[in-house]
C-alpha cells in the first residue's frame, strides 16, 4: 500500500519569506503527483501538478520531482498571507489507478 | 461553473444510527471518491466508484457503504454510526489525470 510522508508537519515563516515542503513516497511505480492547497473551513484544490523529472514553475509555487528519490517538493517564495493553508501531497501510482493517496499534510502559516 | 456540492453541511447522528452523506457532481467526471479528514491523519479513503453502478473499497471502508446510482450522485452511508466515525467528510470527482474537485465537505458528528 502506498505510503505518502510530508515534512514538516508545520511551517512558519515571514511575509515575503520563502518556504519548502517535502514529500516522499514509497511506491516506485508512481507516476503523478499533486500538491493540494486547503484554507481554513474548505475543501482541498489543487494548486499544481507535476509528472515529469524536473522542476515546474507556476507564479510564486516551484514544483519538483525526483522519480528515482521517491521524492517531490513544493517550493513558495515571496509568501502572501493567502499562502496560509494546509498543503498535501499527492501520489497516484501508474495506468490502471485512479485513486490518489495523500500524505498527512504540512500546515503553512505566516508571521504577520 | 462544475461543483462538486455535498449535503448536509452539519449532521448531528446518535450512536447507532444511520446517517447518509450525498455528494453530486456537475463535472461529468467518471470517478467519484470519499475521504474522511482527521486532525494528525490527512485525508483517507474510504470508498470509490468509477461511474454508475460501481462502488470500490478504499483504504478505510469498514463501517461504510457507498451507493453510486447515477453519473452525478454517490451516497456514503453509515449503517450503524459510531463516535469514532465523528470526522469531516469530503467527496471528490475526477478522471484520468485531471486534478480532483472536492466538496466543500461534511461536518459529522456522532454522539
Known amino acids: 500500500q502506498q505510503k505518502v510522508q510530508q515534512s514538516p508537519e508545520s511551517l512558519i515563516v515571514p511575509e515575503g519569506g520563502m518556504a519548502s515542503l517535502n514529500c516522499t513516497f514509497s511506491d516506485r511505480n508512481s507516476q503523478y503527483f499533486w500538491w493540494y492547497r486547503q484554507h481554513s473551513g474548505e475543501g482541498p484544490k489543487a494548486l499544481m501538478?507535476?509528472?515529469?523529472?524536473g522542476d515546474k514553475k507556476e507564479g510564486r509555487f516551484t514544483a519538483h520531482l525526483n522519480k528515482a528519490s521517491l521524492h517531490v517538493s513544493l517550493h513558495i517564495k515571496d509568501s502572501q498571507p493567502s499562502d496560509s493553508a494546509l498543503y498535501f501531497c499527492a501520489v497516484r501510482a501508474g495506468t490502471g489507478s485512479n485513486r490518489l493517496t495523500f500524505g498527512k499534510g504540512t500546515k503553512f502559516s505566516l508571521i504577520p | 461553473e462544475a461543483a462538486v456540492t455535498q449535503s448536509p453541511r452539519n449532521k448531528v447522528a446518535v450512536t447507532g444510527g444511520k446517517v447518509t452523506l450525498s455528494c453530486n457532481q456537475t463535472n461529468n467526471h467518471n470517478n467519484m471518491y470519499w475521504y474522511r479528514q482527521d486532525t494528525g491523519h490527512g485525508l483517507r479513503l474510504i470508498h470509490y466508484s468509477y461511474g454508475a453502478g460501481s462502488t470500490e473499497k478504499g483504504d478505510i471502508p469498514d463501517g461504510y457503504k457507498a451507493s453510486r446510482p447515477s453519473q452525478e450522485n454517490f451516497s456514503l452511508i453509515l449503517e450503524l454510526a459510531t463516535p469514532s466515525q465523528t470526522s469531516v467528510y469530503f467527496c471528490a470527482s475526477g478522471t484520468g489525470n485531471s486534478d480532483y474537485t472536492f466538496g466543500s465537505g461534511t461536518r459529522l458528528l456522532v454522539i
Open positions: 501538478s507535476i509528472f515529469s523529472n
